[in-house]
C-alpha cells in the first residue's frame, strides 16, 4: 500500500530536549517535504526536499533541521525544542508540481 | 499579504445544500490547482486537480479556475455529513502553497 509513515503520532517533551520525528514514504516520490499546521494559519512549509542530499528551507524554517540520506527518508530534527513549536506536524511526498501524499501527522507538545 | 487568500468560514450548511468555497492569489505563476480535504486530526488527502482555467468535475464535487482573476472555487453538490471537513485550497509553481482551509459541517 502506498503510504507516508510519521513517527510517533503523539509527542510530549520538554524544552531543549532534542528530538527527531520521522518520515518514510515507499512510493519513489523525489519531493518531500515537512509542514507545521497551527489553528488560523493552515499549513505552513518548513522544510521541503527535491532528492537526495537536496534540501531547502520553507517558509517557518527557524528551529528546525533536515536530512536527506536516502530517497525514502526525511526526517524533522529539533535540536532544541521551545513552546512555541508545539504544533502538529506533517510530512508529505510526491512528485515536483504534481500532488502530495500526505501523512498522519505528528501532535507535538513542548512543556 | 498572503500568497493564497481562503474564505476563513466556518461554514455550517443543512444535508443536501449546495457548498461553495473559494480562495484567491496573488502569484501569477501558479500552474497547478488543488483542493484537498482534511477531516479531524488526519493528513490532507488530494480532492481534485486542475492546471487549466474552467471548470472540472468528479461526481459531486466541481472545480473552477479563473487564472485571469486569479480566484478558485469548489462546489460540493447534494452535501452530506460525510463532507464534513476543513478544505484546503493548494496552488503550485514548483512549491506548493496552502489556503488557512475552510470548516465545514454538513448537518443531517
Known amino acids: 500500500e502506498a503510504q507516508v509513515t510519521q513517527n510517533p503520532r503523539y509527542l510530549i517533551t520538554v524544552t531543549g530536549k532534542k528530538l527527531t520525528v520521522t518520515c518514510s514514504q515507499n512510493m519513489n516520490h523525489e519531493y518531500m517535504s515537512w509542514y507545521r499546521q497551527d489553528p488560523g494559519l493552515g499549513l505552513r512549509q518548513i522544510y521541503y526536499?527535491?532528492?537526495?542530499?537536496?534540501?531547502d528551507k520553507g517558509d517557518v524554517p527557524e528551529g528546525y533541521k533536515v536530512s536527506r540520506k536516502e530517497k525514502r527518508n526525511f526526517p524533522l530534527i529539533l535540536e532544541s525544542p521551545s513552546p512555541n513549536q508545539t504544533s502538529l506536524y506533517f510530512c508529505?511526498?510526491?512528485?515536483?508540481?504534481?500532488?502530495?501524499?500526505f501523512g498522519s501527522g505528528t501532535q507535538l507538545s513542548v512543556l | 499579504q498572503k500568497e493564497v487568500e481562503q474564505d476563513p468560514g466556518p461554514l455550517s450548511v443543512p444535508e443536501g445544500a449546495i457548498v461553495s468555497l473559494n480562495c484567491t492569489y496573488s502569484?501569477?505563476?501558479?500552474?497547478?490547482f488543488m483542493w484537498y480535504r482534511q477531516y479531524s486530526r488526519k493528513g490532507p488527502e488530494l480532492l481534485m486537480y486542475?492546471?487549466?482555467?474552467g471548470n472540472k468535475e468528479d461526481g459531486r464535487f466541481t472545480a473552477q479556475v479563473d487564472k485571469s482573476s486569479k480566484y478558485i472555487s469548489l462546489f460540493i453538490r447534494d452535501s452530506q455529513p460525510s463532507d464534513s471537513a476543513t478544505y484546503l485550497c493548494a496552488m503550485s509553481d514548483y512549491k506548493l502553497s496552502f489556503g488557512a482551509g475552510t470548516t465545514v459541517t454538513v448537518r443531517a
Open positions: 486542475t492546471y487549466s482555467s
Open positions: 502569484n501569477s505563476a501558479f500552474q497547478y
Open positions: 508529505a511526498s510526491g512528485q515536483v508540481g504534481e500532488k502530495l501524499f
Open positions: 526536499s527535491m532528492n537526495v542530499e537536496v534540501t
